[in-house]
């Protein structure tokens, strides 16, 4: 009798489970459809988690069939259908009565479909994993579903059998297939590889392996990758061995979403992001859990492609190990709005134009660049450096000579898989034609232009020769006031200053869309936003200015947006970057600064050549006056919460310029309360953070000590790829150096500091008086 009481309890139970999972789950019945355009049409998982829908795309009236994660401020899209032929608005995805899943256009032209879907399709479905699937009565197995066919993510509770593959998008913003691939290889390695931007021909050998083959034992080897429920990536192998990917503690998948993504720069990451952005210390945004390779620019290996950064360029990565890409001098960005897209020549190098070489080139050093595999077409062992640059200045196929271990390679374009190497302490000589007899590193920025100007010429002559009367008047009258206007338009871009001089003027979005042309040209990307080159123009004169667009507001930041920016716009410092104005719309707060032309810190640092000593201790002499300033001359004191290179601007005479301040306090951190958002980057945040301890300035001299040892021994903080493990992470290298009384073996290479090393030693000591754990210990800003 109990016994079949339990069994009818548990029968109960059984049918109020199923019950209730039919009930949460969406069901899509056959015959519905959404519509491009639409913007109250979309399917949702039960849980709101996620949405099935349209998305529409940056400055293009064109839309991607996508699956986003829903309840984030990002809406980041985690799997997509048609990355390469964008939809037009009105275009529909149907799922038909015979249970087909296809997109087409307005016009009837199909765009994408579901493919292989087995038969017997009854309904489809969103479910909470975000997982799109077309389902049926056979309750074993969907007949489709999203999963089985990734873009460039995967989720938890997804798998990738042998010969899976997720493509990396082209750029951040275009989704047709970009260089990189990530597969689960037949021999059984998860690997990383690059593809032949044209033919779809893979390229080996891969930039990264799970190593986890076994050509001996098959048994040995992986066959399926599985992102468990739990967060952890693994590859499973054929004997049941797991060999985890996800290392050591991860965030909870009940209070994080998690996802993993081969970005676009061709880095592997396993993301996770707080579902709850209120509870307490975590920011609102994705952070990285790992990432492979750890070093993108030299694990490219291989004489096909171009490498990370494009050809004729040079890659590192910076410390959270993302490509950072510059062109060689005489160089420029093939695509100026994509660091990735490689380089051209800015004038075309050409033989026998019957001039002796000196009154057309000259020779520029790069330290540390080189190439590892590409484009030598001769070498010879190196009697002295003079000699490797003269061979390379009087040959007309040479562009670049790298002197490198006692050899002279001569090379030819195009340059692939251009890397900085400080260990081999290269040198690569680049021959830089000259420009009107000017010296090559003041080449002019446009050096195509006279060519084009010229044809432009001959285009106007031909027409008017070969036109009517009439024609050729309507025609002079219109290429007249283009070049009127045109003229007027140089003529403004200038003077800067009248503008500057203004006060704070507050923009509408619609101005800062037409500044930036739609937020076209994006140069820098931060905690807090995006930033946008643009021109703002008043009636007497032109600004280049930078237009930071805030993401992630908080909620009560509302209200005191004016207030805070007024505050930022009070601060006036020559080591502070000012701000113009600002821009307050509904949802759309933006912030105007005056543009900096010479980059940032990190660019400049851990550039393609070592900045001279005197100019770094001129640059961490001027960020220490800026903190000052924020922290003691202020009528309110301003703390940063964020001190690194990266937030460090240089204006066109190279000085330091604090960018960002005031934006941690205007983004709703109350910055005196113990338990807050963590603001900052990993490598530069102070222990406090993460302890009971109130936050106060000291944060920022904890940040500034960090950064000032590595102003002075000119590398990052972190080097994951050093070889000498204890090297790695710069402030306990320096400690240990310090200790043992041997500095000089942080700055070997470099004659300047080694010349200097008592001045040298009191800085390195003022840099670990800094980041001593006990905040009450650093010294603050004016000592
Ligand atoms: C994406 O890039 C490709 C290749 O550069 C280009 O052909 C395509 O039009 C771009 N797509 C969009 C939507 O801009
Ligand atoms: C996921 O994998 C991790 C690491 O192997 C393991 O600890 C955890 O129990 C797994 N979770 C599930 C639900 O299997």
Redesign the pocket.
């Known amino acids: 009798m109990a016994l079949a009481l339990d069994f009818f309890i548990i029968l109960l139970f059984y049918f109020l489970t199923i019950l209730s999972n039919a009930q949460k789950l969406n069901q899509i019945k056959l015959g519905s459809s959404l519509t491009a355009g639409d913007d109250s049409s979309a399917w949702t998982s039960s849980s709101g988690d996620f949405v099935f829908g349209f998305r529409h795309l940056d400055n293009q009236n064109l839309f991607l069939l996508a699956i986003w994660y829903d309840k984030i401020p990002d809406k980041t899209i985690v799997w997509y259908a048609n990355g390469a032929s964008p939809a037009p608005k009105g275009s529909k995805i149907e799922l038909t009565s015979d249970g087909k899943f296809s997109l087409s256009a307005p016009n009837g032209q199909s765009i994408w479909k579901a493919e292989n879907v087995a038969d017997g399709v009854s309904y489809a479905s969103l479910l909470d994993t975000g997982n799109f699937v077309l389902a049926g009565e056979n309750y074993d197995k969907y007949m489709w579903e999203s999963f089985r066919y990734p873009s460039d993510t995967i989720l938890p509770t997804q798998v990738l059998d042998v010969g899976g593959v997720l493509s990396s998008r082209m750029t951040k913003n275009n989704y047709s297939k970009g260089q990189f691939q990530l597969r689960l290889r037949p021999d059984d390695h998860l690997v990383l590889n690059t593809i032949s931007s044209r033919m779809e021909f893979v390229y080996d050998p891969p930039y990264y392996k799970s190593g986890t083959s076994d050509t001996n034992n098959s048994m040995n080897s992986g066959f399926r990758v599985v992102f468990?429920?739990?967060?952890?990536i693994?590859v499973i192998k054929r004997n049941g061995v797991?060999v985890?990917l996800?290392l050591g503690n991860i965030a909870s998948t009940k209070d994080f979403y998690h996802k993993a993504t081969l970005d676009f720069d061709g880095i592997f990451t396993q993301y996770a992001h707080p579902k709850n952005p209120n509870n307490g210390v975590w920011d609102k945004a994705w952070f990285s859990v790992w990432y492979e390779p750890k070093d993108i620019c030299t694990s490219l290996i291989g004489d096909l492609g171009d490498g990370a950064c494009g050809f004729n360029s040079i890659c590192a990565v910076d410390v959270e190990g993302r490509p950072t890409c510059e062109c060689i001098p005489g160089f420029s960005r093939v695509d100026s709005s994509n660091q990735y897209s490689g380089c051209n020549q800015e004038k075309v190098q050409k033989c026998n134009q019957g001039s002796r070489p000196e009154e057309l080139f000259e020779m520029q050093a790069m330290n540390n660049a080189f190439w590892p595999f590409s484009a030598n077409y001769e070498s010879f062992p190196l009697q002295n450096e003079e000699v490797c640059n003269s061979s390379c200045f009087n040959d007309c196929n040479c562009v670049v000579a790298v002197v490198k271990e006692g050899t002279c390679w001569k090379k030819k374009l195009p340059l692939s898989h251009g890397r900085l190497d400080r260990n081999t302490y290269g040198k690569a000589l680049v021959k830089i034609p000259k420009v009107d007899g000017s010296a090559g590193n003041k080449i002019s920025q446009h050096p195509n232009r006279t060519k084009k100007d010229q044809s432009a010429v001959i285009l106007v002559v031909s027409i008017l020769l070969g036109g009517s009367l009439l024609f050729n008047f309507i025609f002079v009258a219109t290429v007249s006031l283009v070049v009127f206007f045109a003229y007027r338009r140089s003529q403004r871009v200038n003077k800067v200053s009248s503008l500057l001089e203004m006060n704070l003027r507050v923009f509408t979005f619609q101005e800062l869309q037409e500044a930036t042309e739609g937020f076209h040209e994006e140069v820098g990307k931060g905690s807090f936003g995006t930033v946008y080159k643009g021109i703002i123009s008043t009636s007497t004169s032109k600004a280049i200015v930078a237009v930071k667009k805030l993401e992630r507001l908080s909620q009560d930041g509302e209200k005191e947006f004016k207030t805070e920016a007024g505050a930022i716009a009070k601060t006036h410092h020559k080591n502070l970057v000012r701000l113009l104005g600002f821009c307050d719309e509904g949802s759309n707060r933006l912030l105007v600064y005056e543009f900096m032309s010479n980059g940032t810190l990190a660019s400049f640092l851990f550039g393609i050549s070592r900045p001279d000593w005197n100019k770094r201790l001129q640059m961490a002499y001027g960020i220490a006056r800026g903190l000052m300033y924020l922290h003691e001359e202020c009528s309110t004191q301003i703390i940063h919460c964020d001190i690194k290179p990266q937030n460090i601007l240089l204006d066109d005479t190279f000085t330091t310029k604090i960018s960002d301040f005031g934006l941690a306090k205007l983004l709703g951190s109350d910055q005196t309360r113990t338990s807050t958002v963590i603001r900052g980057t990993k490598g530069y945040v102070a222990p406090e953070w993460f302890r009971n301890s109130p936050v106060t300035a000291k944060v920022d001299v904890y940040s500034y000590g960090v950064m000032l040892l590595e102003i002075l021994c000119c590398r990052r903080n972190i080097e994951m790829e050093r070889d000498n493990e204890e090297e790695v992470i710069l402030v306990d290298y320096v400690y240990d150096c310090y200790k043992e009384r041997v500095l000089e073996k942080l700055v070997v290479n470099d004659e300047e500091v080694l010349n200097d090393l008592k001045r040298f030693e009191r800085l390195v000591m003022v840099g670990i008086w800094c980041i001593q754990e006990d905040h009450s210990l650093r010294p603050n800003m004016k000592t």
């Open positions: 468990n429920e739990t967060g952890y693994k797991t985890n996800t």
